[in-house]
């Protein structure tokens, strides 16, 4: 029998390239506890009062009782939908926020480096921008921040992240 190595390769930039960063506005956040509560989503959307949505975001979070939280960025185009908390006695445990926006990006072998969402969170944490939901998938990275602080993260994250056009020394704005 003939033993292989493996080769592991890992890719690093001093500052990590992107194809950009787009901003939404005017969004709802919504979150719905337990994730049974996701397979009366339409009940609890229209409870919330969002009329015909665009979904853009979906993350699902484990909580420390054992139930999954399922949180939805939502398109709602110019109806405005208004933050509500989870009312007692309501099976969702439906939670509005909004409006948000949403920062999305993509970049070149996300998937396959180590530190991409932790170079996110660095930079969120050192722009004292409040990340309400975040989603990390392959070359995807998205995430939801009160409503008015987008741009203020998009350059936040330039420090770490660099867009096409950037001097080619990769320094970021």
């Known amino acids: 029998m003939t033993s292989h190595q493996e080769t592991i390769a890992i890719y690093s930039e001093s500052v990590i390239r992107t194809y950009g960063f787009e901003v939404r506005r005017g969004l709802a956040l919504v979150t719905l506890t337990p994730m049974a509560a996701a397979l009366d989503l339409e009940d609890a959307i229209a409870k919330a009062g969002i009329p015909e949505p665009d979904l853009l975001m979906a993350t699902g979070l484990s909580q420390p009782d054992g139930t999954l939280q399922i949180q939805l960025v939502l398109s709602t185009g110019d ?21 948000v926006e949403v920062i999305y990006f993509h970049g070149p072998h996300f998937g396959d480096r180590y530190g991409i969402a932790a170079a996110v969170v660095k930079e969120l944490i050192a722009g004292e921008v409040e990340c309400l939901a975040m989603d990390c998938t392959g070359a995807s990275i998205y995430l939801a921040v009160p409503d008015g602080r987008g741009d203020e993260a998009v350059q936040h994250l330039r420090r770490s992240f660099s867009i096409p056009g950037d001097p080619p020394s990769g320094e970021g704005a």
């Open 79 to 99: 109806t405005p939908i208004a933050s509500r908390e989870p009312q007692e006695g309501d099976a969702h445990h439906l939670r509005v926020v909004s409006p």
